[in-house]
């Protein structure tokens, strides 16, 4: 059986550092889990990153066991928004930001596969044999973003404000676009495995053309 790796096969993974590439998405659907606050310390950004991934792997087990169709689980991705996105580049007030972080599932699973893990790890909780607290918050949900200018940033997440300065200031609007949808981040690294130094994340922004 190959497995397949989106990650690779994908346009949604492809970015290169110091260019921005404009790019059509289609619809693509994710397990979606809410929160708020500074990634470093919010105890809602940890809980929901245990609970995503258990709800992952069931999936991709699922798809190898009932389906013969195996697959690398796709990298952990996140939404990100303030009431105020200077929150992002000049003030980098972290306990400012709403979340949304994700894992992509792939377009041959649907609905009915995501009901089935669900419940069975509703039973493993209930007997006591998995701890899940957010389990009932996860959704399985579809992001169609459309139009979308990206770019790969290298380095420590605290570094990406310039980046999204030239970004959301000087390439979406040179482009004849504006932005439409909230911040994209794709984290290609294993955050518990890479120095800050060598992280590699997709940044991506939503747009629109001006009228």
């Not at 995501?114 to 959704?139: I, S």
Request: with cysteine; glycine share 6%.
């Amino acid at each position: 059986m190959d497995k397949v790796d989106l990650k690779r096969t994908l346009p949604d993974f492809a970015a290169k550092s110091g260019e921005f590439a404009i790019l059509d998405l289609p619809p693509r659907q994710y397990l979606m889990i809410d929160g708020h606050g500074d990634p470093n310390t919010s105890e809602e950004f940890r809980s929901a990153v245990e609970t995503l991934y258990p709800l992952a792997y069931a999936l991709k087990f699922l798809s190898k066991r009932e389906l013969d169709r195996d697959y690398v689980v796709p990298p952990l991705e996140g939404l990100w928004w303030a009431e105020d996105m200077s929150a992002f580049t000049s003030a980098r007030d972290k306990s400012a930001w709403d979340f949304t972080l994700m894992l992509l599932v792939p377009d041959w699973l649907g609905r009915e596969h995501f009901d089935t893990v669900v419940d069975d790890l509703d039973q493993k909780v209930a007997a006591g044999k998995k701890h899940l607290a957010r389990l009932g918050e996860v959704r399985f949900d579809t992001l169609a973003e459309g139009t979308c200018v990206q770019t790969l940033h290298l380095g420590p997440f605290d570094a990406e404000a310039a980046v999204l300065e030239r970004l959301h200031h000087d390439v979406i609007p040179a482009s004849g676009f504006e932005m439409s949808g909230k911040h994209h981040e794709i984290y290609l690294s294993d955050l518990r495995r890479v120095s800050a130094d060598r992280l590699r994340t997709i940044l991506r922004q939503p747009v629109r053309r001006t009228e």
